[in-house]
Nanobody, 119 residues
Framework: QVQLVESGGGWVQAGGSLRLSCAAS????????MGWFRQAPGKEREWVAA????????HYADSVKGRFTISKDNAKNTVYLQMNSLKAEDTAVYSC????????????WGQGTQVTVSS
């Protein structure tokens, strides 16, 4: 099993920045990639960004490209989402997920962290 714990959410004014963290523990050797998702009230969950477990191949949804950066600290087994130039429409619960070798899909999820951007 893999456990994921997010942190770093909060309230920020439009134009501001926040950094989210997702710490992985347990059978981390089974992970091949990590991703961030978000879900705003009344909307479907939206994929935001993803990165390979070795820190390679970061890629982003068009809605956040150029503003958000995903990265990984290999020593800490932690994935970060640096969010700059935040907009009110970025307000959502952000969750991280892990893709395992066995499942080949997002098998593990964190509990989510709220990000609120005030205009």
């Amino acid at each position: 099993q893999v456990q994921l714990v997010e942190s770093g959410g909060g309230w920020v004014q439009a134009g501001g920045s926040l950094r989210l963290s997702c710490a992985a523990s347990g059978r981390t050797l089974s992970i091949i990639a990590m991703g961030w998702f978000r879900q705003a009230p009344g909307k479907e969950r939206e994929w935001v960004a993803a990165i390979q477990w070795n820190g390679g191949n970061p890629h982003y949804a068009d809605s956040v490209k150029g503003r958000f950066t995903i990265s990984k600290d290999n020593a800490k087994n932690t994935v970060y989402l640096q969010m700059n130039s935040l907009k009110a429409e970025d307000t959502a619960v952000y969750s991280c997920g892990a893709i395992s070798k066995a499942g080949g899909r997002y098998d593990y999820w964190g509990q989510g962290t709220q990000v609120t951007v005030s205009s």
